[in-house]
């Protein structure tokens, strides 16, 4: 069976590519895989150093488990994000008649997470994305992510703009 896999971040250009996607799978018979990467610098722990000369005896370790929790939360605020927006990708996706839908969410880099799931999965014929994500800027210019996604990909790739 063919795949199609469409790369989310969430935003607006990633949910009207949704519709592409699905356009397109129901013309090609093909499964759509959903991919949301978290960002791997939003799971970055916070360096501490040593503090313990700087504000007391006692009160590093203090720091330290506060760090430690804050990051916890962060991660689990992130889970809760990836798993909503995935979720909607679903929704929309089988709204539109779509039967096979494939979830997945991983933390790193995108180009690394594509990389990764083509060269496991060679059965990957399409790849689906925005043009832009977040980005404020949305000129003539298509922003960093796509274009590496475009250097790494020898896949057809369809933009949404």
Same mark, same amino acid.
């Given at each position: 069976?063919?795949?199609?896999? $469409?790369?989310? +971040?969430?935003? %607006?250009? *990633?949910? #009207?590519?949704?519709?592409?996607?699905?356009? &397109? *799978?129901?013309?090609?018979?093909?499964? $759509?895989? /959903? &991919?949301?990467?978290? +960002?791997?610098?939003?799971? #970055? $722990?916070?360096?501490?150093?040593?503090?313990?000369?700087?504000?007391?005896?006692?009160? %590093?370790?203090?720091?330290?488990?506060?760090?430690?929790?804050?990051? !916890?939360?962060? *991660?689990?605020?992130?889970?809760?994000? *990836? #798993?909503?927006?995935?979720?909607? @990708?679903?929704?929309?996706?089988?709204?539109?008649?779509?039967?096979?839908?494939? &979830?997945?969410? #991983?933390?790193?880099?995108? /180009?690394?997470?594509?990389?990764?799931?083509? /060269?496991?999965? !060679?059965? =990957?014929?399409?790849?689906?994305?925005? @043009?832009?994500?977040?980005?404020?800027?949305? !000129?003539? $210019?298509?922003?960093?992510?796509? @274009?590496?996604?475009?250097?790494?990909?020898? =896949?057809? /790739? &369809?933009?949404?703009?």
């Amino acid at each position: 069976m063919k795949k199609t896999l $469409v790369c989310t +971040d969430g935003s %607006s250009f *990633a949910e #009207k590519s949704y519709y592409y996607c699905s356009w &397109l *799978a129901h013309r090609l018979s093909a499964e $759509v895989s /959903v &991919l949301f990467v978290t +960002d791997i610098h939003s799971q #970055k $722990v916070v360096s501490t150093g040593n503090l313990s000369g700087s504000i007391g005896i006692g009160s %590093s370790q203090d720091l330290l488990n506060k760090l430690v929790d804050l990051e !916890h939360e962060k *991660a689990k605020i992130n889970n809760q994000r *990836a #798993k909503f927006i995935l979720e909607k @990708a679903e929704k929309i996706l089988s709204n539109t008649g779509l039967q096979a839908i494939n &979830l997945i969410h #991983k933390t790193g880099f995108l /180009v690394d997470c594509f990389y990764e799931f083509y /060269v496991d999965d !060679h059965s =990957i014929h399409l790849l689906v994305m925005g @043009a832009y994500g977040h980005s404020r800027i949305r !000129h003539l $210019v298509i922003g960093s992510t796509t @274009a590496q996604m475009l250097r790494a990909s020898d =896949i057809p /790739v &369809l933009l949404y703009r």
